[in-house]
Nanobody, 117 residues
């Protein structure tokens, strides 16, 4: 099993920054994809950014140039640096880890990000 714990959410004004962290523990596959997803009130969960175990990244168009995903494999931790935040970035942000021979698909409990205008 893999456990994912997010932290770093909070209330910030538009234009501000936040850094989310996702700490992973347990049987983490050596080859995996970790990602951030978000779910705004009344909307479906959507992908924000993802990063492979080798460091390749991918971003949603809505966050390109503002958000940066990174990971520290030695610490089993993933980060999301969010700059120039907008009210529409308000959502619960979830950490996800996928991969391995067992088709792991693990989720964290989420952390709330609120951007005020």
């Amino acid at each position: 099993q893999v456990q994912l714990v997010e932290s770093g959410g909070g209330l910030v004004q538009a234009g501000g920054s936040l850094r989310l962290s996702c700490a992973a523990s347990g049987s983490i596959p050596s080859i995996n994809i970790m990602g951030w997803y978000r779910q705004a009130p009344g909307k479906q969960r959507e992908p924000v950014a993802r990063i492979t175990s080798s460091g390749s990244t991918n971003y949603a168009d809505s966050v390109k140039g503002r958000f940066t995903i990174s990971r520290d494999n030695a610490k089993n931790t993933m980060y999301l640096q969010m700059n120039s935040l907008k009210p529409e970035d308000t959502a619960v942000y979830y950490c996800n880890c996928r991969g391995g021979p067992t088709a792991l698909d693990a989720w964290g409990q989420g952390t709330l990000v609120t951007v005020s205008s």
